[in-house]
Every structure is written in C-alpha cells, then in structure tokens.
C-alpha cells in the first residue's frame, strides 16, 4: 500500500528533517532480524528533533488515517519497526539527549534516541547505571528497549528495562501530549499507563522521553563460567542456583553447538559442551559465589572458573558475549532464518532445553540454543540457505514447534523481543482470543483511525 | 442511588450467597480508612464461590446497567470497595483457596480472598513466601493487595505486589473470562495487561485467581532501628544509605511524635526522637550491615541496635509494627479523619518530612508521619474530634497541602492505598488532563457501560 504523504511537506520540520527518497526509505525496510523487503519501505521519513515535531507528524497523519511507523536503532529482531504497508517512518536517532542526571534522586531523563551504553557512559562518573539492558546496548537505544520491554543477561537480578521506567512523555495517535508513571519510586495512582505503553511496540503511542530509576554500581563484582557434561546437569544446576535464591546477576546458558560456534569465531576453546556463565554482585560476593560453588558441583561441573578482575572476566565470558556474531559468521551460506526467545517457569526450564534438541533431531537442522536461564529465557537460532525455501520453511515450523511447547509449558512466545508483525498468531495462541479482544479494544480506544504501526502486535481490524 | 437487584434471585446462586438484608448491606458501607456511611451501602451483596458466580452476576448486572462493588477484605484506606451509589457489592471472602503451590516453579495459584500472612504459613514448609506484603497481610487478602498495588515494609528490596503477580484470571464487565501475564517471569507478547489490571481498584475487572511467583527466604535476616536527634539527621542517613546501594529489605522512619504515641500504646520506651528501623536479607549480612551503621554513625545515629534473632527483632519493631493501634487509641476524643502515603524521589525525602512538620506548625494540628522512608513514602494521619466539622475540614485543607507539595516536587499522591473516591481530584492534579482522558479512554473501552465500581479512580462520566 502507498500513501501519499506530501502533506508532511506543510508542516514546521526544516528541510533535512523529511525525506521521500528511495534510498532513505529503504533504509527503513528492514531490522537485525530480518532483511530488507523493499516493499515494506515507508512511503516518506521524517527525523523529528523534538517533541512538537512527533506532534505536529502525528496529528497531520492522524487526521488524513496514513500510518506511522517509530524506528529507533533499527536492532529488534521481529520487524516491530518496519511498517507492513507504508506510510511514514518516524526515525527516532536524532532525539539523543540525556536531558538531566539527578544524581541525589537516582534519575535520569533522556530522550529515546539515546544509546544504552551511552547512557551508562555518561552516568558513570556518579557511580550510577540502568543495570537492565540487553546486550544489544552498544547499539540500542532506549526508546527501542521500551517498545519492546528489552530485559537482558542481568535481568535475572534486576528485572526489565520496564523496571527502571518510571515516568514517559508520549504522544498519542492525535498528537496530544502526555505524561505516564511517576517520578517517585511507586505509585497506586490511577491505572498503570506506564507499563501499558512500555512493550506496546509504538502501537499505542511514541515515546519522547523517558524518565528513568537508577542503581548504584555495586562495590564487588565476580564472574566467571562453569561447564557441565551434559544439558540436563546444567540446566538442573541452574533450576537450583535459583531455587536456592542464590543472588545472581547473570546466569546463562550456551548448549554444545553454540560453544562450538563461539569457539569457531572467538578462537576460545570451550569444550564442545554446556557452559553456564554466572555474574554475582554486592558488599559480600563470596558467600553468594560458595553457595553457587556447591549447586554447580553437586550437578558435576567442571571447571568452574570465577575472577573479580575485569579483563579476566571480559575473556572468560567472551563466548557468551559474541554469540551473535558467531551466528551470523559460522557458515557463509546461511542465514539467521529466526531468533527464538521463548520463555518458561524456571521449574520447565530443562524440558524446553531438552525439547529444542529433539525438535533440532526431528527436522534434521542444527539449532543452537543459548540464553538468560536464570529467568527461563531459551534463545535458540535457525541459520537456513536464503536460496532453500523448503529448508526455510521447516525452520519456521520446528520454531514454531518450540514456541508451541513453551506456551504448553505455561510460557510464552518471546521473553523480551516483542510480537512484531510475525508472532500475532502465537500472542492468540499464548494468551487467548478473549485477551487479544481486549488488547483490541484498548488499541482502538486509543488509536481510533488505527495509524500507529499498523499490523504490529494485533492483526489489522480489516484483515 | 438505588438499584433493583431483584434480577440477582434468578441466577445460580445458593441462598446463603444471597442477602438484601440491611444488616449484610451496612457491613459493606465502610473501609478501614473511613467510618460506615449507610448512604452508601449497596442493595444487594453476593458472596461469589467460584469463577462462574462472578461471571453470572457480571453478565447480568451489566446487561441492566446495574454497578458493581467487589469488595475484600475491608482493610483499605480509600473507600475505594465502599459503592458510591448502590448496586451490587461483590464479597469475595469466600473465594479463598490456596489452589496450588509449585514450589519448583516458584509459584503458586491464589483465589483472591486469601489473607496475605496465611498464604505465607502456607508457603513456609517449602522456605517460599511473597516478599511484598503490606503491614496489614494479618487480615488483607491477595484480591485486595492487587486492586491497589499494595506494597509495605520490604517493597524498598522487593518491589511491589504487581511484580509479584504473574498472571490474573480476571471476569470482564460483560462477564467475559480472560487471562492477562504470563506464567513466564518475564513476557514482551502484547500489551501488558497484567499491570493495567493491577492497581485498578475494580474498575476494570474483577480478579479471579492469581499466579504469583515466589522468593526463597532469606539464609539470614538482620534488623534493628536507631535513634537521631533531628528529623534532617534521620532523612539524610535514608536517602545516603539507598544513594549507596545498600542491600536493605526495610527502611522505615517514625517522627518523635508518632514514637511517643507509640510508646503510649506498646509501653515501650523510645526517646522522643525520630527512629529508623531496618532489616537486611541475604546470605552475608555483616557487610551491608557493616555499610549501614558507617551511613547511620554519619549522621550522629544513636542506640543503633540490631540483631538476627527473630524475637529480639519483634521487640526492637514493636513500636513500628503498632503505629496503627497506636494511632487509633491515642486520644479516646479522636478519630483518624485522614491517612496519606505521599511519594516522592528519594532526594527530596527530607524536604517533604520537614515540610510535613511545617504544616502541622501552620495548621495547629499534631500529624504524626511515619513510613516506608527507603522508598520516598511518607505516611502521616490526621486525627480529629468527628464531631467537630471546622477541625475536620482544616484536616483535609492540611492534607491537600501536603499532597500538593508532594506532586509538586515530582511524586506522587498515593503511593500504595490508591485513589478511591477520595483522591480523584488529586489524580487530576497530578498527572494531568490528557492521562486521566486517557485513562477514561480505556474504561470506557473495557467497561462500556460504566457498570464497574464508577465513581472510583475516575469521575462518573455524568458528573
């Protein structure tokens, strides 16, 4: 579908605000997950620099029902910025301002287009960070983190990005403004729109600053990494660290296959089985790291390798770290098909493993499986040649097989990447038609011209 | 207003579920924060056994336009389950059965009427509990907690009841049963309908069952409490010891007047000073400890005493945990006319205690302040001669001053007890027009014909 969308052309953006060439556009067509389909391109740009311009863009399209699209980093993984049928990309990168450090509240406001690791950098010298994001920091920002509720390998102590959100200026579909959440800590007043926009994936409104809580660096930190012989001992390992309330900060898993792949990229020589790598934090890490010692023994690790030193540690865990890239450069003929986050009580956490790797016997494909154990967050990969259309599609339906089980098991779908315009049927699957009804019916209150992003997280009301 | 609820006589209902007898209605007129006003009992109250009860009293009363009250256990502060024109009042003590405890999984499945400290017993023999409960889970139940997003004494550590909450079963207006959250800790698949229904004090639905997940207790617990000269002392060892990050699981202040009250009513023998009182979880306390007294000497603390033998602990928290009874039976004369719970950013916790201070100077009146300091929360109450209307009036005056100074230093006007039908204005000021439309918005989507507790949170639309 095309829009026309030369009406932008009247509004007050200077002139490099707004772009109709192809080649802006295209730029837009696609994320990390996926590649680029020139016929998803929006039909017209805009970098807006400031609030009043996400107003003025938003309004104008509101009124003439053309679709619009937020893009922040472009680094999701479900196509939730790449519109499904046109209108206009608002390119989020230019609203990168941390706008204020409130050292003595523990708060920072920020823009969405500010990068997460940057964020962290600039708060750095008042011994203050956001200890939630994913890893993908280095290029992420933090308005695509709150689209999607973005959690990461320190999650399992420190919760979602959604944990440190404490206030957001949005701006609705009719380009109102308004403010959600609180500056203090907790509130019970009225309904919580704070959570209700954060993971809404730029379906309900676009976010133009955040106000964020703040922790303070913790004074000792040890890491390191432990392998086990087989998944079931790690996996069971991992069931007790956390039964136990161990006080992790990370605590992650990466199957043979993906040990193999990080060794093959990183030049690491993992032994081709199970490792778990581990994060304590705190005033008294050692008696976290003895009780952590004992669970991992008792399921036979071996090797347990732990160092408070932070260039130790960044060896130790560089496997785990650069798993993306190793994916991505294990075999040049393949490609990322599809990124699994699924997501299961902790209690499930060694069936959804061990079914991964039946379903990967099953359909005769390899499937790498890696993850954030410590909250029952599998990832697993599907690398497919982009010329073997049978091959890629038995990937989508083993994929779909373990999505399938995890929602059996009482989890979902994705853990932290979000729905996207590719995993509408498995969100009916999960939570039912009655709670996508409703889901429905708060779009529609709050979206009653249905032009935010369009075809993302619910099915399009005329589909 | 007044209702026919005749209608209700024809569903499946036993009779002893059933009564439209003054004496069942007048017990329905009043929470623990207001006196009974029989103007405002309902018509009719059930006592609904089961999902299917509250499904058919919802479709029914819906079809008719007929409001609908659920009401707990009674120990709320905002009239927020007392009806404000009649209706149906839906008594969900019945509904009290623990269904099922997965200790594996760290969860366990909760009808609503369950009391907070029984379904911690319950949960004792696995070494599992909810961290988050308020200080009255002696008689609160988890339906309760969740329509207002309660929190208390260990919230500072463990956060509040929604990150508790899982997953809801929750009846729609229409009578519609549906599922919000996930059984996965962690969940980016749609929109975060869990949270939305949390902390909505029944104007969106009515709570069913509940997932909750599940804390190991802690290895070691340590508590104690510290004596200061001044208000300003007291505060800044607060937000030093959170602006340090000092793992504490409590952290909770009374002023010198709330401490004399409490030494009136426990006998116990606080100087008239302010007090803090802590408690620390984990598995090397000593060292948080250790931080903590460094912070607390900082600011001149003295008789900081502490131990890790639980009834020494009991005893040096008396006056803490008695601040309600001590509230209550301080003066014969004297009612509670106003209870608050003001939030704000830790770094202006010391400025809304002071000022607190000035406005009992300004206004003539003794407001003992007290509360969850850890979080920026400042309970303080308002005692008056109920029948003496002037006295009560400026009561109110003080308190809206207080609440204002609050919002205005970017917090908030309740941070646990909810709006209610008594704060509704205060909402208003607070986040503004365009949220409270927003929240309107999706009332009215989920709740199209207003049947649902009206008249609390929001304004009734015909107002």
């Keep these: 579908m095309t829009y026309d969308c030369g009406f932008l052309a009247e509004l007050p953006l200077s002139a490099d605000q707004l772009s109709f060439a192809s080649t802006a556009r295209e730029e837009f067509a696609a994320d990390f997950g996926t590649t680029a389909d020139a016929e998803r391109a929006p039909d ?18 509101d009124e003439r029902g053309v679709p619009v699209t937020p893009y922040a980093a472009g680094t999701g993984m479900q196509r939730a910025a790449v519109p499904v049928g046109g209108g206009i990309t608002l390119a989020m990168a230019r609203m990168d301002e941390v706008r ?20 962290n950098g600039a708060l750095e010298s008042e011994g203050l960070y956001v200890p939630s994001f994913p890893q993908s920091a280095a290029f992420s920002t933090i308005g695509g983190m709150i689209a999607t509720d973005a959690s990461g390998t320190k999650t399992v102590k420190y919760g979602e990005v959604a944990d440190w959100v404490l206030e957001l200026e949005v701006v609705r579909a ?11 800590r907790k509130t019970s007043a009225g309904y919580n729109l704070k959570e209700l926009f ?19 660096r913790p004074p000792q930190t040890v890491g390191g990494r432990a392998v086990f012989s087989t998944l079931g001992d790690a996996a069971g390992a991992i069931t007790d660290v956390v039964r ?8 992650e898993l990466i199957d043979p296959l993906t040990a193999e792949m990080a060794n093959a990229y990183t030049g690491s020589d993992l032994p081709a089985t199970p ?3 581990f994060e304590i934090h705190g005033r008294a890490v050692d008696a976290e790291l003895d009780a952590l010692r004992a669970r991992f023994e008792a399921h036979d690790a071996a090797r347990i390798a732990s160092t408070a030193d932070d260039e130790e540690m960044a060896e130790l865990w560089r496997a785990r ?13 393949r490609e990322l098909e599809v990124v699994g986050d699924v997501t299961v009580p902790i209690g ?28 029952g967050n599998a990832h697993y990969a599907l690398l497919c040649d982009p010329g073997d259309a049978e091959e890629r599609e038995r990937a989508h339906e083993a994929s779909d097989r373990i999505i399938r089980k995890a929602i059996d098991l009482g989890g979902t779908c994705t853990g932290e990447h979000g729905i996207g315009a590719d995993k509408r049927s498995h969100l009916r699957a999960e939570v039912g038609d009655g709670t996508v009804e409703t889901m429905r019916a708060i779009k529609d209150a709050l979206d009653p011209n249905g032009i935010l992003n369009p075809g993302t997280v619910l099915d399009e009301v005329d589909q």
Tied chains: 1, 2.
Excluded at 44 to 61: K, M, N
Excluded at 352 to 372: M, N, Q, S
């Design 321 to 333: 770290r650069e798993i993306g890239h190793a994916l991505t450069e294990w075999d040049p003929d």
């Design 44 to 61: 017209a740009v805009v970098w807006p620099e400031r609030t009043e311009d996400v107003s003025a863009v938003l309004a104008a399209a």
């Design 174 to 184: 009719d380009g109102s403004i308004i403010e959600v959440g609180s500056k203090a």
């Design 100 to 119: 204020e450090i409130r050292p003595a509240d523990m708060q920072v406001d920020v823009e969405p287009g500010v990068i997460g690791d940057e964020l």
């Design 198 to 216: 954060v993971g809404s994936e730029g379906t309900l409104g676009v976010v133009t600053r955040a106000t964020l809580d703040l922790a303070t």
């Design 348 to 375: 499930s956490y060694p069936t959804i493993i061990a079914f991964i790797g039946e379903i990967a016997d099953e359909y005769g494909l390899p499937i790498p499986a890696f993850g954030h154990a410590g909250d």
């Design 244 to 251: 136990a309330g161990i006080d992790v900060a990370t605590l």
């Design 275 to 277: 490792t778990v790598f």
